[in-house]
């Protein structure tokens, strides 16, 4: 039925596939219909078979299915999967509302029977269109609880620990021991794979998440008038099922905005130059170690100076604040509790609820967001969410007596530098040319105030780490090595720290800390009062 509904949704998006993308709807509401039947869920068949008939008619000349066609078979998809969340909940097969629908699919039966082709023949499948072929080709599933799954990867996390704390074994220095070597090796390998197949059982492809929002798009469009398309990219990108839980929520209410807020009506559009149709684009990818969801469109943009305005209105800033305040600053009040731009409430947006949803449910992701504004051209949402993975591969570092983890696909690179490769400006921010760029310096151990072996940058190791499109230099004493890192959630009376995303068992069992590079990279612009990366410039 989700396919179904993906089909529908986007069949003139395609002209070319349309014909082709009717069959293949056609075939799964057969078969739909055919599975009612044989199970006994008569109501299901039944209203099926109506929506098979239509689409029967339709898949022979699919230019002549309208929008009125269209938005009916949707409805009756739409009748379907509601009787199939209800049947999963109660048991009971019935399809509320069904009733209300039937009179206009027996009306759209009646016009194809007095037409020309009043019932086309069922075309035969091809060979790769058969049933037989297709599910002996689908993997075999099994419904696990996710504490079971929790638990399993906390295990194989303790495990990796373990390993650690045995070849890593102090009382093994000095020793020549081939076999116990061969042996520990072997270990490390099946420990890893096994840790690499764990891992992969809690990660799932975004593809159903993003593929609601095409039905969504289509319908706020509709309601308001408007013309608009949703591109879908990398909807394959696998993520973890917590942030697929929570990334839903946030995501309906952005492309809502964009939809209701952003794109124009098409009078408004062609008066713009632009094309009559509103694109949206949803966009999902690894990047690092984070997953980055891009949500852009092509509509009248954000105007920082009524956001400017609106945040004074409500006591959020002060009058000489609102002066000094960069235009993407501003744009960050949009996310406060109640505040919408809208200039009236209706039934899709204008209550600031949707983007207070985004920036909570993003807290809890760890994750951040981008606001890129071109008026009168578009806005892009760039969301960014750790990969939130039990085990990463990490660097650890030292500053003082203090031991730090860093994730290892945050690192570029790292060095000793020379004296004359620093720069200190006049605010006292120092600067470390890399090649043709200056990268702002981080020094670890006031961040932490922590004892240093070394002061001096020449004298210690710098560690040029990124986060999206911003860099910054750690300034740490030495770098110990490759660590395979088990994150532990930070306890309960501590809380969330600045700067630390968590804790992890070290091969002689002390604790050390994780950071997080985003975080601190936060702290720094405050401390600086400026974006690090408009401090990253060519010499």
């Known amino acids: 039925l989700d396919q179904v509904e993906h089909y529908l949704c986007t069949l003139h998006d395609a002209p070319e596939k349309a014909g082709e993308m009717l069959a293949d709807a056609f075939r799964l509401i057969h078969s739909f219909k055919g599975h009612a039947g044989l199970v006994g869920f008569r109501s299901f ?43 999963a909940a109660s048991g009971h097969a019935e399809l509320t509302g069904a009733e209300l629908l039937i009179p206009a699919l027996e009306r759209m039966e009646a016009v194809m029977a007095g037409g020309e082709q009043p019932d086309l023949p069922v075309q035969k499948k091809s060979a790769r269109d058969t049933t037989g072929g297709r599910w002996a080709a689908e993997r075999q599933n099994i419904r696990v609880d996710l504490e079971k799954l929790d638990r399993m990867i906390n295990l194989v996390g303790e495990l990796v620990i373990a390993e650690s704390m045995v070849t890593k074994n102090a009382d093994l220095e000095g020793l020549s021991l081939e076999n116990f070597d061969r042996s520990s090796h072997n270990l490390r390998r099946i420990i890893s794979e096994l840790q690499n197949v764990v891992m992969s059982v809690r990660m799932v492809p975004l593809t159903r998440t993003f593929r609601r929002m095409i039905r969504m798009v289509h319908d706020l469009g509709g309601r308001a008038g408007k013309n608009v398309r949703l591109d879908l990219i990398g909807e394959e990108t696998e993520v973890d099922k917590t942030v697929i839980e929570l990334i ?33 684009v949803l966009e999902a990818r690894h990047e690092g170690g984070e997953i980055l969801i891009r949500i852009a469109d092509d509509g009248r943009g954000m105007d920082p100076e009524r956001i400017r305005s609106l945040a004074l209105e409500r006591g959020l800033i002060s009058e000489e604040a609102a002066g000094t305040l960069s235009d993407e600053e501003i744009y960050r009040y949009v996310f406060e509790s109640g505040f919408s731009t809208a200039a009236a409430v209706t039934d899709v947006s204008g209550r600031g609820v949707g983007m207070d949803v985004v920036r909570r449910n993003l807290d809890r992701l760890k994750g951040k967001i981008d606001i890129r504004n071109r008026p009168g051209e578009g806005v892009t949402l760039l969301l960014r969410i750790p990969l939130t993975l039990a085990i990463i591969d990490g660097m650890l570092i030292r500053v003082g007596r203090m031991t730090y983890t860093l994730p290892l696909l945050s690192i570029r690179e790292s060095f000793r530098p020379r004296t004359s490769q620093i720069t200190v400006t006049m605010s006292g921010q120092e600067l470390v040319r890399i090649r043709n760029s200056l990268i702002p310096v981080l020094r670890l151990h006031r961040l932490y105030q922590v004892e240093p072996d070394h002061t001096g940058l020449e004298n210690g190791i710098l560690i040029n780490v990124m986060s999206g499109s911003k860099h910054i230099c750690f300034f740490a004493d030495e770098i110990i090595g490759h660590h395979q890192t088990v994150i532990k959630g930070m306890p309960d009376y501590i809380g969330t720290a600045s700067g630390i995303s968590g804790c992890t068992i070290l091969e002689d069992g002390t604790v050390g800390l994780i950071l997080d590079i985003a975080g601190i990279i936060d702290l720094a612009e405050r401390q600086y009062e400026t974006p690090l990366s408009s401090t990253v410039s060519n010499i």
């Open 45 to 87: 068949a039944a209203f099926s078979h109506r929506l098979e008939n239509i689409l029967d008619r339709f898949r022979a000349s699919p230019g002549s299915l309208d929008e009125s066609v269209q938005t009916l078979l949707l409805q009756g998809v739409d009748v379907l999967q509601d009787g199939i969340a209800g049947l």
């Open 248 to 280: 839903a929520d946030p995501l309906v209410h952005m492309i809502r905005n964009s939809v209701d807020h952003g794109i124009e009506s098409p009078g408004e559009r062609e008066k713009a130059g632009k094309p009559a149709t509103g694109r949206i």
